[in-house]
């Protein structure tokens, strides 16, 4: 079955950075485009970046571009989001979700907390 | 960006009620939208595609509808798994903008 597994969440300060981690199994990962959408504690849900399967694309949202960059490994069958110059504002819950027929999200993770705070 | 605006933000139901929540878009997005169903402390699952697509699994009291700039999320019968907030999200363009959500509460 489809399993999406996101990793690398916790308390960073402001202006530091971190990297977060999808392992992805249970489907041909190298065929999928793959996304990251976050939540802001007791928020709605923000897009943040997606990538093309091939890697060849990639697309972000104004608030985190040319911050954040999203990557991934299809040897390793993992996507990753390498944020930098991290803001208060950037706390949230990250998740990962496939793309399905570049439309539709139709398997997410089950999320990652990143905490920006002094 | 186009601006996804959903309505009510959020409202009481009862078990057994249809309930219909609104979406629109700031611009013509033909039908190319989602909705999302979130519970607490969960993440978001896919509802519907295409505006009316219901996604594999999804039982059949759900429905959407619309085009264009204006959509609804209907559920015919209202079960006690239903209460959760719901999301409509847009993937006409990049980038991708969600509603700010629809709380569906117990009354």
């Known amino acids: 079955q489809v399993q999406l597994v996101e990793s690398g969440g916790g308390v960073v300060q402001p202006g530091r950075s971190l990297r977060l981690s999808c392992a992805a199994s249970?489907?041909?990962?190298?065929?999928?485009?793959m996304h990251w959408v976050r939540q802001a504690p007791g928020k709605g849900l923000e897009w943040v970046a997606v990538?093309?399967?091939?890697?060849?694309?990639?697309y972000y949202a104004d608030s985190v571009k040319g911050r954040f960059t999203i990557s991934r490994d299809n040897s390793k069958n993992t996507l990753y989001l390498q944020m930098n110059n991290l803001r208060a504002e950037d706390t949230a819950v990250y998740y990962c979700?496939?793309?399905?027929?570049?439309?539709?999200?139709?398997?997410w993770g089950q999320g990652t907390l990143v905490t920006v705070s002094s | 960006a186009i601006r996804m605006t959903q309505s009510p933000s959020s409202f009481s139901a009862s078990i057994g009620d249809r309930v219909t929540i609104t979406c629109r878009a700031s611009q013509g997005i033909s039908s190319y939208l989602a909705w999302y169903q979130q519970k607490p402390g969960k993440a978001p699952k896919l509802l519907i595609y295409?505006?009316?697509t219901l996604q594999s699994g999804v039982p059949s009291r759900f429905s959407g509808s619309g085009s264009g700039t204006d959509f609804t999320l209907t559920i015919s019968y209202l079960q006690s798994e239903d209460f959760a907030t719901y999301y409509c999200q847009q993937y006409y363009s990049y980038p991708r903008t969600f509603g700010q959500g629809t709380k569906v509460e117990i009354k």
């Open positions: 990538i093309w399967f091939d890697g060849s694309s990639k």
């Open positions: 249970g489907f041909t990962f190298s065929t999928y485009g």
């Open positions: 295409a505006a009316s």
């Open positions: 979700a496939r793309d399905q027929d570049g439309d539709r999200l139709d398997y």
